[in-house]
């Protein structure tokens, strides 16, 4: 079967389901949250999206409480998971394009989802469809499972595995080919200052970031009684480092904002962390004890360091590389102090009870106390294991890449399979632009991965 040619033939329907799906605002929405819409109106309406098209296309669907879902086909004991998700980071700032609204330049289509994780969603979808088409036996059951919380938490996933089969293999196409067989531990770290602030702190608020997993891209503070000058200084400062930034007094007090680049947790160098910017401006400035402090820990802390050498929780293996930190939300306020909320993706062998031991007598003396919110363990599957090669082997068929399979500091759906792996659809040399502005995905690229996926259900479950 040439599955290429196929996906080709079917490349606008490709496209339309993609622009419907993306148009739809799939942003966790907490505030508006019920019980029928755990997560928010937008990724429900994701959901719904995908499950009616499972069900115009004659394929068993099934809701699980409005927090995820499934599409399934074919029949058997086994079962073939290809897990999905169709929620969205927010969007930040600085687009081109409209985030919600697929558009087409240039053999690219734009908006927020297009390649974590809509695009591939749809390239999944489309490759079920043309093995359903084709009639081609399967004997096992091939289940896309469709979660709506996968940027905040796998909330979505891990309720529906309490309800539903856990596959007997399955891949998620949610990161890079060739494929990713290491995935690294994801801990939530808070940061809290132990000083008590004075009625007369300089920083009376200072605020970046939305989500510890995505780069602040904004960071503001309001301060007060600073020296003169400080406005035509922050100047110099915007063009020293090639940014961006605002400058407004008001009533003796001063709003300062910079600006910075967004970027994924799991590769915050890729990104300029606004609050770290916007910190080593104002720490030339700010002496009451509380803020400087706050200033301080920033600054010595995440400057020049994504490893977190300062911390003592640097570590690296061969299979998964270094731990990465990136303080993704941070926030001071006059009468509270100051709060950092780290996304820390550490290597699958790392000793992390020891470590954050370690870490936290050394931020201690630094003014802070270190809490682990969450933590989410490695996951690893050996390059030698079936599921591996036999993806490798369909993966070089329709690329002649030879690539040897890689680690992630990024978190999949993978990981919350017993045996499971991410499996594209970033092909290599092609720049990751999730969870930044102006996200997009090569409409090429979506066709050559509905290929390799159709080709992979018919290895995997064919009979």
């Not at 009616?52 to 079962?79: C, P, R, W, Y």
């Not at 910017?277 to 994504?306: C, H, M, R, W």
Request: hydrophobic share 40%.
């Amino acid at each position: 079967m040439d599955w290429l040619k196929l996906a080709e033939s079917r490349k606008e329907e490709l496209i339309s389901e993609l622009q419907q799906l993306i148009q739809i605002e799939s942003v966790l929405d907490e505030e508006s949250a019920t019980e029928d819409a755990p997560f928010g109106q937008g990724p429900l309406k994701a959901l719904q999206f995908m499950l009616s098209k499972g069900e115009q296309q004659g394929f068993q669907t099934k809701n699980v409480d409005n927090v995820a879902g499934h599409i399934e086909m074919g029949a058997g004991d086994d079962l073939l998971g290809i897990l999905c998700h169709v929620d969205v980071v927010p969007v930040g700032d600085s687009w081109t394009y409209p985030p919600f609204k697929g558009e087409l330049v240039d053999g690219k289509l734009f908006g927020r989802g297009a390649i974590d994780d809509k695009g591939p969603t749809i390239a999944a979808w489309l490759a079920m469809k043309m093995v359903k088409d084709a009639g081609v036996s399967l004997n096992k059951r091939v289940r896309m499972i469709i979660g709506t919380d996968e940027e905040s938490g796998f909330r979505c996933v891990t309720h529906y595995f309490t309800k539903e089969q856990m596959p007997t293999i399955g891949f998620a196409p949610d990161a890079d080919f060739p494929l990713i067989n290491a995935e690294k531990g994801i801990a939530l770290l808070n940061f809290s200052q132990k000083a008590q602030v004075t009625a007369d702190e300089q920083i009376i608020a200072f605020q970046a970031g939305q989500r510890s997993n995505m780069v602040p891209d904004h960071a503001k503070a309001i301060i007060q009684n600073v020296t003169s000058g400080v406005e035509e200084e922050f100047q110099q400062f915007l063009e020293e480092n090639t940014t961006e930034g605002t400058f407004i007094q008001d009533e003796g007090r001063y709003i300062i904002t910079v600006k910075g680049k967004s970027a994924h947790a799991m590769e915050p160098e890729k990104g300029r962390n606004a609050a770290v910017l916007l910190a080593k401006f104002l720490i030339n400035y700010i002496t009451t004890p509380a803020s400087n402090q706050f200033l301080s820990f920033i600054v010595n802390t995440f400057g020049e360091d994504y490893k977190g050498t300062k911390m003592k929780l640097d570590f690296e293996d061969i299979m998964s590389g270094p731990t990465t930190l990136n303080p993704g939300v941070i926030l001071f306020h006059h009468e509270r102090g100051g709060h950092i909320q780290v996304s820390m993706r550490y290597s699958v062998s790392y000793p992390f009870e020891e470590k954050m031991t370690e870490a936290t007598k050394v931020v201690s003396d630094l003014g802070f106390a270190l809490d682990v919110t969450s933590n989410s363990i490695p996951h690893y599957v050996p390059e030698e294991d079936e599921l591996v090669q036999t993806l490798l082997k369909v993966y070089r068929k329709y690329t002649g890449d030879e690539s040897k399979p890689l680690s992630t500091g990024g978190g999949t759906y993978a990981r919350t399979m017993k045996k499971g792996v991410a499996f594209g659809m970033l092909f290599p040399g092609e720049p990751d632009v999730a969870h930044q502005s102006d996200e997009y995905v090569w409409i090429d690229h979506l066709v050559k991965a509905a290929a390799i996926y159709a080709e992979t259900i018919v290895e995997l479950a064919g009979k």
